[in-house]
């Protein structure tokens, strides 16, 4: 059932899912309208809301209208790759000038009404909201990837440099596990050895899973095998993050199960091989790789 409905992040979220990585521009995947198409995706009877929610992120500084020829949108640029809470950024900082102006002076006029006697009585005095500063938490990430999924929809360049995954998440926090499942008989190849020996990545070999007198595909043993894992990572460490590379829908009971414990989720993903469950997922942070 389509939606009808739609916020500024989901239209943010659909430019994601549509941006060139190397122009930073979304644009329909069949170079059409741009407006049409997300009319078409959301189900709007009209190009209005479309039009209107372009212009909020416009004036938002989220995005330009990159190819416009007046009458038709053919491409954006994105200028920011994140979402931010703007509306909760600007109640937080009007709540702490507030609390800055009203507290201090409250406290200058019980001071005049009734001096301060003893020290036991100076300390009971309110604290200023300044004196307590926010602790940031470090973002820790934890990496699991489905080697089979990844070697059958990218480049074979990106089995080699892993940059493309390892430096966004690095500008954002650090690494603390990275895991890549691959079949059994996998185990020989030279691009697995890279993944171990040179980007220092812990491999796990799935063996085939046998029942009834029949062999099971490697895929169905080494997708269950992720599921363990990143339950258990979730559940039993630290981490904050949890980074699923591969596009399969098998993994949305990890994904939510993350999402009820708190933890931010990432799927990274070829534009092809990413399902259609996963692709408007809100709770989900998405990196399409082209």
């Known amino acids: 059932m389509r ?10 979220m659909a430019f994601l899912f549509l941006r060139n990585k190397e122009t930073n521009t979304a ?12 009319r078409s995706q959301y189900g709007f009877k009209s190009s209005l809301p479309v039009n209107q929610r372009i212009n909020e992120l416009v004036k938002l500084g989220y995005i330009e209208r990159h190819c416009y020829n007046g009458e038709a949108l053919f491409s954006v640029k994105l200028l920011k790759t994140r979402w931010q809470e703007q509306e909760l950024v600007k109640k937080t900082k009007s709540k702490l000038v507030k609390a800055k102006k009203e507290k201090p002076v409250k406290i200058e006029e019980e001071s005049k009404e009734k001096p301060v006697e003893t020290m036991d009585q100076k300390d009971r005095l309110p604290v200023s909201i300044e004196s307590a500063a926010p602790v940031v938490q470090q973002r820790k990430f934890a990496i699991l990837i489905d080697y089979e999924n990844l070697k059958m929809n990218v480049h074979p360049t990106k089995l080699l440099d892993f940059s493309w995954l390892f430096d966004p998440i690095l500008s954002q926090g ?30 796990v070999a799935c063996p085939k899973d046998i029942k009834n007198n029949g062999v099971v595909k490697d895929k169905d043993i080494v997708d269950s095998r992720m599921d363990e894992l990143g339950r ?20 949305q009971g990890l994904i939510q199960f993350a999402h009820w414990q708190q933890k931010t989720v990432k799927v990274v993903s070829a534009k092809s091989a990413l399902s259609s469950r996963l692709r408007f997922d809100e709770k989900l942070e998405k990196q399409i790789i082209i």
């Open 232 to 251: 258990f990572l979730v559940e039993h460490s630290d981490i904050t993050d949890l980074v699923v590379v591969s596009g399969d829908a098998d993994f």
């Open 174 to 203: 650090k690494i603390v596990g990275g895991y890549v499942f691959f079949p059994e008989h996998y185990g020989t190849n030279m691009p697995i050895k890279t993944l171990s020996n040179i980007h220092r990545l812990f491999c």
């Open 3 to 12: 939606k009808t409905r739609c916020s500024l992040k989901d239209i943010f």
């Open 27 to 38: 644009q329909d995947p069949k170079g059409d309208n741009l407006v049409l198409y997300l």
